[in-house]
Protein backbone atom coordinates (compact mmCIF):
# COMPACT_ATOMS: atom_id res chain seq x y z
CA UNK A 1 0.00 0.00 0.00
CA UNK A 2 1.00 3.61 -0.96
CA UNK A 3 2.43 5.71 1.91
CA UNK A 4 -0.09 8.80 2.57
CA UNK A 5 1.22 12.12 1.27
CA UNK A 6 2.31 14.26 4.14
CA UNK A 7 4.77 17.06 4.58
CA UNK A 8 6.11 19.58 6.95
CA UNK A 9 6.44 22.78 6.13
CA UNK A 10 6.93 26.28 7.85
CA UNK A 11 3.56 28.43 7.86
CA UNK A 12 6.04 31.64 6.86
CA UNK A 13 6.80 29.88 3.68
CA UNK A 14 5.13 30.86 0.72
CA UNK A 15 1.77 27.98 -0.29
CA UNK A 16 2.92 25.89 -3.48
CA UNK A 17 0.43 24.28 -5.64
CA UNK A 18 1.27 21.22 -4.60
CA UNK A 19 0.71 21.55 -0.71
CA UNK A 20 -2.71 20.34 -0.87
CA UNK A 21 -5.02 20.67 2.53
CA UNK A 22 -2.82 23.41 4.45
CA UNK A 23 -3.25 22.83 8.36
CA UNK A 24 -1.74 24.78 11.42
CA UNK A 25 -0.99 22.68 13.76
CA UNK A 26 0.32 24.96 16.13
CA UNK A 27 -1.97 25.36 19.62
CA UNK A 28 -1.51 29.49 19.24
CA UNK A 29 -1.27 31.32 16.44
CA UNK A 30 1.74 32.58 14.45
CA UNK A 31 3.39 36.21 14.84
CA UNK A 32 3.18 38.38 11.74
CA UNK A 33 1.12 36.29 9.87
CA UNK A 34 -2.14 37.49 8.64
CA UNK A 35 -4.58 34.62 7.98
CA UNK A 36 -4.96 34.93 4.06
CA UNK A 37 -1.50 34.90 3.63
CA UNK A 38 -0.91 31.66 5.59
CA UNK A 39 -3.78 30.10 2.93
CA UNK A 40 -4.83 27.63 5.19
CA UNK A 41 -7.46 24.87 5.19
CA UNK A 42 -8.03 24.95 8.48
CA UNK A 43 -6.52 25.53 11.87
CA UNK A 44 -6.54 22.08 13.93
CA UNK A 45 -5.17 23.34 17.64
CA UNK A 46 -6.53 19.95 18.77
CA UNK A 47 -3.75 18.12 17.80
CA UNK A 48 -1.02 20.30 19.20
CA UNK A 49 1.08 19.56 22.37
CA UNK A 50 0.02 20.60 25.49
CA UNK A 51 1.21 24.05 26.67
CA UNK A 52 3.81 22.23 29.40
CA UNK A 53 5.22 19.49 26.99
CA UNK A 54 5.81 22.67 24.65
CA UNK A 55 7.55 24.74 27.57
CA UNK A 56 9.48 21.47 28.49
CA UNK A 57 10.56 20.87 25.23
CA UNK A 58 11.43 24.56 23.67
CA UNK A 59 12.58 22.93 20.56
CA UNK A 60 16.01 21.48 22.40
CA UNK A 61 17.31 18.77 19.45
CA UNK A 62 18.62 17.20 22.74
CA UNK A 63 15.02 16.78 24.22
CA UNK A 64 13.61 15.58 20.46
CA UNK A 65 13.31 11.89 21.61
CA UNK A 66 12.06 12.58 24.59
CA UNK A 67 9.27 15.32 23.37
CA UNK A 68 8.38 12.39 20.61
CA UNK A 69 7.91 9.87 23.12
CA UNK A 70 5.60 12.27 25.26
CA UNK A 71 4.17 13.73 22.68
CA UNK A 72 2.42 10.79 20.89
CA UNK A 73 1.37 9.27 24.57
CA UNK A 74 -0.62 12.95 24.71
CA UNK A 75 -2.22 11.82 21.20
CA UNK A 76 -3.66 9.33 22.56
CA UNK A 77 -5.92 11.70 24.67
CA UNK A 78 -9.59 11.48 23.33
CA UNK A 79 -9.88 15.13 21.91
CA UNK A 80 -6.41 14.82 20.44
CA UNK A 81 -7.56 11.59 18.36
CA UNK A 82 -10.41 13.32 17.00
CA UNK A 83 -8.52 15.43 15.28
CA UNK A 84 -5.95 12.78 14.76
CA UNK A 85 -7.93 11.31 13.15
CA UNK A 86 -9.21 14.21 10.98
CA UNK A 87 -6.13 14.55 9.74
CA UNK A 88 -5.67 11.13 8.29
CA UNK A 89 -8.78 11.87 6.63
CA UNK A 90 -7.38 15.07 4.75
CA UNK A 91 -4.46 13.11 4.23
CA UNK A 92 -6.41 10.23 2.81
CA UNK A 93 -8.64 12.18 0.23
CA UNK A 94 -4.67 13.93 -1.35
CA UNK A 95 -1.28 15.58 -0.23
CA UNK A 96 -1.71 16.82 3.38
CA UNK A 97 1.06 19.93 4.42
CA UNK A 98 1.60 20.29 8.10
CA UNK A 99 2.40 23.91 8.82
CA UNK A 100 4.59 25.06 12.00
CA UNK A 101 5.78 28.51 12.56
CA UNK A 102 8.96 26.87 14.41
CA UNK A 103 12.39 27.47 12.98
CA UNK A 104 13.25 23.78 13.27
CA UNK A 105 10.29 21.94 11.21
CA UNK A 106 11.88 18.63 11.54
CA UNK A 107 11.76 18.38 15.31
CA UNK A 108 8.78 19.61 16.27
CA UNK A 109 5.49 18.49 16.73
CA UNK A 110 4.30 18.45 12.87
CA UNK A 111 7.21 15.87 11.71
CA UNK A 112 5.76 13.31 14.76
CA UNK A 113 2.34 13.90 13.27
CA UNK A 114 3.62 13.46 9.80
CA UNK A 115 5.45 10.11 10.69
CA UNK A 116 2.67 9.03 12.90
CA UNK A 117 -0.09 9.77 9.17
CA UNK A 118 2.57 7.87 7.47
CA UNK A 119 2.66 5.00 9.20
CA UNK A 120 -0.85 4.57 8.76
CA UNK A 121 -1.90 2.08 5.46
CA UNK A 122 -3.50 3.64 2.97
Do not use: N
Not at 91 to 118: D, M
Amino acid sequence: MAELDVRVRRVYDEPTTDDGARVLVDRVWPRGIAREKAALQEWCRQVAPSAELRRWYAHDPGRYAEFRRRYRSELTQPERTAALRHLRELAARGPLTLLTATLKPEISQAAVLAELLRSVPR
